[in-house]
Each structure stands twice: as structure tokens, then as C-alpha cells.
């Protein structure tokens, strides 16, 4: 197997002009052989004609053809006509077309010459050599579609290959979108609350300041803050711009972390209740979110109000409510992506839950995640 595959591709490697001088030659030893004493000069110009045409049956494979049938017609030659049928076969896809060709070659080398010798000619013969010169016409037929459908097959296999590296580069970059949008999503609930707590605090030092420098400072510190957080906020908008629904990043915050970020989030929040000790990894993420995010309205929004998160559970559905009293000060001009909630709520149907933000009773606002106890796997 490997002295063949070296063989091809050594002859794959050979120069076209090599490939015609050698296929001429062949042809002319074969005319040579078969040429007699008593061969006119029509049969020696019919020959020379098919052997110089072979040089230009690539780019004209019928014509070229045609040219031989005359010669096989007035000498008993085969290597022209073959390798000008074998040239046809390899590109035409016109299989009956093909049919007839070898027909015509089989008709032109078992008709007796001159056709007046026809009579006298032993029929049976004739039609005998006819069947036989049709059924040795049909390798070279058959091995030239067999060398189109391999050109065919490898061009298809390049196809294919190419497909699949599409594929995989289209697959790399739905991948890598999905985590630049989840890296948005982190960066808005993470960096962005914090950097906000900064603000918020670095105001309320600037306000009860007394010491000129101390209130400059803190003047500067909530000018860097709001900065930061217009920056963010343009590079969450680009992140998002490509993105969709993966799995989150690590590490995560859990129920654990809760407590923590009530009681360090800047406001007067209280925090109530309990969940079930078994909820899944996603659905405390997903609750911490959620707290984590109305803190950072309530403290951007609502200056002075007071909050309270209340964890609940019932046999169907568990979940978190977060309420905020009405603002007592003028809230601060922080920036905002304005995507927060709009995050919560995507995270809230890749768990099946609802969420629902709006007025609360007697003023304030609400923000609720329910979570189903059964899709909570």
C-alpha cells in the first residue's frame, strides 16, 4: 500500500508536459507497431493528427477524441483513443454521453478497411471483435469517472473540513460571548456595587465635613467614584453586546455571604427569615443577586430610607423580598448601566423563577424573587 502511495505521488508531482511527451511517445510506438508496408499516406496523416492532438486533450477532451476515431477507423491502434477517452471521461459527467463515445471507438476499430472489403469479411468476427473492443473501451470510461469522483470526493472532504473549522471558530466565539456577557453581569453586580458604596460614603463625608482639605478630599475620592462607575458602565454595555446565557463564573457568593452584604451594605437593612438548607448553588446565587442589587438601588435612589430582606419558604416556592422605605434626602447623580434589574430577571428564568420590582405599599419600593421548589434540582 505505501510503494502505491508513493507511486501517485510521485506522479502527481510529475510536470503536465512531461505526462503529454510520455503519452505520445506511447502513441506513437503504438501507430508504429501497427503500421504495415501497404499503409497509405491518409492512414499515416490520420495517425500523426491523433498523436499531436493528444497534447491538447485536457483543455479540448472531445474534439480531440473525435480526431482519433478516424485513425482507429484505418489502423489497428488503441492507446490514442483511450487515453483521449479516458481524458473525456475524467471530465465530463454525461455518463450516456460517454456510453456512445465508447460505442463510436468500438464501431470505428472493428469496421473493416477499406468498407469495400465488408462483404468478404467474416461477419461473425466483426461483431465478435465489436463486443470486445466495447468491453476494453469501457476501462478507460470507468477509470476516468473513478479518478472525477475521487477529485470530487477530496475537493468535498476540504469542504467539510473547512465547514467544521467554521463551525468551530462560530463555536469559540459563542463561547467567548457568553462569557463576556456573564462577566458584565458579574462586573455590574460586584464592582459596581461596591464602587457605588464608595460614592455614597465619600457624599456623606464631603457633606459633614469641616476641615477644608479633609472635605476636598472627600470630594475627590466621590469624583473618582462616579468616574469609575461611568466607566463601568460603558464597559458593561460593550460586554453585553455580544452575549447570551452561560454558566456562571468562579467563585461564587452563596447564602453564606448574605448576612455580610446586608450588614456592610451602607444602609439600615435588616435581614429576616431563613431557606431550605438544600437549595442549589445557582438558586442561592441568584437570591444573593438579587439582595445585592436592590441594596445598591436603595442606596443609589433612596438616601436615608431604611430596608428590609425578608428570606420566606412555603411547600411550592422559596424566595427573598427586599423592601425600602421612602428616601429622606435628595438622592446623589450616580451613572448607571440601567441593567441591573434587567440581569435579574435573566437570571430568574434560567431557574424558572419569576421576578417582580415595583411600588411598594405606603411608598418605597419592592423588589421579589420566587423560585420553585420543584425546578430547584
Known amino acids: 500500500m505505501s510503494a502505491v502511495r508513493v507511486a501517485r505521488a510521485w ?6 508536459p512531461v505526462i503529454d511527451a510520455v ?8 501507430i508504429l507497431i501497427s503500421l504495415v508496408e501497404d499503409v497509405g499516406a491518409v492512414a499515416q496523416s490520420m495517425a500523426a493528427l491523433a498523436c499531436a492532438a493528444l497534447v491538447v486533450r485536457r483543455r479540448f477532451p472531445l474534439p480531440v477524441f ?3 476515431l478516424p485513425a482507429s477507423l484505418l489502423l489497428n491502434i488503441v492507446f490514442a483513443p483511450f487515453a483521449a477517452l479516458f481524458t473525456l471521461a475524467e471530465r465530463s459527467r454525461n455518463r450516456r454521453l ?8 468500438a464501431l470505428a476499430s472493428a469496421t473493416p478497411w477499406p468498407l469495400s472489403d465488408f462483404a468478404s469479411h467474416d461477419r461473425t468476427w466483426t461483431v465478435v471483435y465489436f463486443f470486445y473492443t466495447l468491453a476494453t473501451a469501457a476501462a478507460p470510461v470507468l ?8 477529485r470530487d470526493l477530496a475537493r468535498r472532504l476540504v469542504e467539510i473540513e473547512e465547514a467544521r473549522e467554521h463551525e468551530r471558530l462560530l463555536h469559540s466565539q459563542a463561547v467567548l460571548a457568553r462569557e463576556r456577557a456573564q462577566l458584565a453581569r458579574e462586573m455590574h453586580d460586584v464592582v459596581a456595587h461596591q464602587v457605588s458604596l464608595i460614592a455614597v460614603q465619600a457624599g456623606a463625608l464631603q457633606v459633614a465635613a469641616t476641615d477644608p482639605s479633609f472635605k476636598e478630599g472627600a470630594r475627590t475620592i466621590r469624583s473618582l467614584s462616579v468616574d469609575t462607575l461611568d466607566e463601568l458602565r460603558h464597559m458593561v454595555t460593550l460586554l453585553r453586546a455580544s452575549g447570551g446565557r452561560t454558566t456562571e463564573l468562579t467563585p461564587q457568593p452563596t447564602l453564606a455571604d448574605l448576612h455580610k452584604l446586608v450588614t456592610t451594605s451602607g444602609i439600615d437593612a435588616d435581614l429576616t ?10 438558586a442561592q446565587r441568584a437570591v444573593y443577586r438579587t439582595v445585592q442589587e436592590a441594596l445598591t438601588n436603595v442606596r443609589k435612589h433612596a438616601p436615608g430610607a431604611t430596608a428590609k430582606v425578608h428570606l420566606w419558604q412555603n411547600p411550592d416556592t422559596f424566595g427573598v423580598t ?15 448601566s440601567h441593567q441591573g434589574l434587567i440581569g435579574l430577571r435573566e437570571r430568574a428564568e434560567l431557574l424558572d423563577a419569576t421576578f417582580e420590582s415595583g411600588p411598594a405599599p405606603g411608598g418605597g419600593y419592592e423588589v421579589t424573587l420566587r423560585i420553585p421548589a420543584h425546578g430547584d434540582a
Open 273 to 282: 427569615g431563613e431557606l431550605p438548607p438544600d437549595i442549589s448553588t445557582p
Open 322 to 336: 427586599i423592601t425600602n422605605t421612602p428616601p429622606t434626602r435628595p438622592s446623589l447623580p450616580l451613572p448607571g
Open 11 to 16: 506522479w502527481a508531482r510529475m510536470p503536465e
Open 98 to 105: 460517454l456510453a456512445l463515445f465508447a460505442v463510436l471507438f
Open 66 to 68: 473525435l480526431l482519433t
Open 23 to 30: 503519452v505520445v511517445v506511447v502513441a506513437l510506438a503504438d
Open 143 to 150: 477509470l476516468g469517472q473513478l479518478v472525477q469522483a475521487r
